[in-house]
């Protein structure tokens, strides 16, 4: 086990999305653990200023951890971080509310340091259909100049909560490709969140990018999925758009309050409680699989694919390297 850790330690390691209440100790398991880098939500259904205020609580955390953590607004902030032994951390907006139809204030984030921003959040917005909407309606023209813009600036596209409809308009439109950050196929469980064929098929034809989920909803059999199984997951996805687009993008939601649960799913678009895929209507936050609770168990899937079969220089393109070479085609340094 240890000469797993020290080899991931000297690797490039990315999660493409962790939503986690922040704290020495997880900065500490991720840092410990050879974590690069790692995506993080900033934002829900905030408004602009309430969103604006989330940099600066950002900016206070990698004040306050600066011994073991960073941010990064390129791939070579990335780099410089692996160098110096930090965890960079990436920011990402898991809405466009933020913006509030002004597209001029995309700039403005990008200057705080958003590098992700979805085009929805499960619901239609003015730029396009989110996967819970009966029908999705693509992306509008708003939504249109909204990637154009997204693609000038250096932001990812992502489209981790949107419609089928939104999702092959959006490949289309962007000219840099785009990713579903975190997400599964629909082939390995039959989730309103997860993509069908057709989309990851598309996805790849434009080099896009899916960042693989560990949210215990996205995943067959819920927090009791098996590792096994995960991995036949990944080999199937493998053989059916190849293996330098996909990912990992865990959806992690460490160290929150069932309430935030609540804040999630229903922000204040509704007054009646919104459950989500959650079939027992429960308002907790769903079971881990235990062979991923927390960060640093990334070891225990970087194991379990390379004795299943794949490549360990696949293994390794999955871990990370694939993520930085998608952000390179992306990020403007």
């Given at each position: ?39 993080v939500t900033l934002v829900y259904w905030e408004n602009t200023e ?239 699989p235990k062979w991923f609770e927390k960060g640093s168990d990334i ?30 085609n992306n990020f403007s340094e």
């Open positions: 086990m240890n000469r797993m850790k020290n080899l991931l330690k000297d690797q490039i390691i990315i999660d493409g999305l962790q939503y986690c209440n922040w704290n020495r100790e997880l900065f500490e398991d991720v840092w410990t653990a050879g974590f690069t880098a790692i995506h309430e969103s604006f205020k989330k940099f600066d609580e950002w900016g206070k955390r990698i004040k306050d951890n600066q011994d073991i953590i960073s941010h990064a607004k390129g791939v070579n902030d990335i780099l410089t971080a692996k160098k110096n032994n930090k965890v960079a951390f990436i920011f990402g907006f898991q809405n466009s509310a933020p913006i509030n139809n002004d597209i001029f204030l995309i700039e403005k984030f990008y200057t705080r340091g958003l590098r992700f921003m979805q085009l929805t959040y499960n619901n239609q917005t003015a730029l396009g259909g989110g996967c819970y909407e009966q029908n999705d309606s693509g992306v509008s023209r708003f939504g249109k100049n909204v990637i154009e813009e997204m693609n000038r600036l250096g932001i990812v596209v992502d489209l981790s909560h949107a419609g089928k409809k939104t999702c092959l308009d959006a490949i289309k439109f962007s000219s840099k490709p785009v990713a579903i950050s975190h997400a599964n196929p629909l082939f390995f469980h039959n989730s309103i969140r997860n993509i069908d064929n057709e989309v990851l098929k598309e996805l790849s034809k434009k080099n896009g990018f899916i960042g693989l989920s560990l949210y215990p909803l996205h995943l067959k059999d819920h927090g009791d999925c098996r590792l096994e199984d995960y991995c036949m997951m990944i080999h199937q996805l493998i053989n059916m758009i190849g293996d330098d687009c996909i990912g990992i993008g865990s959806d992690l939601c460490k160290n929150w309050k069932d309430e935030v649960l609540l804040w999630m799913r229903n922000g204040k678009w509704t007054k009646k409680l919104d459950y989500g895929e959650s079939t027992v209507k429960s308002l907790k936050w769903p079971e881990q070891i225990n899937l970087y194991e379990a694919l390379i004795k299943s079969g794949i490549k360990e220089k696949t293994v390794i393109n999955i871990m990370g390297l694939n993520w930085l070479n998608f952000m390179k």
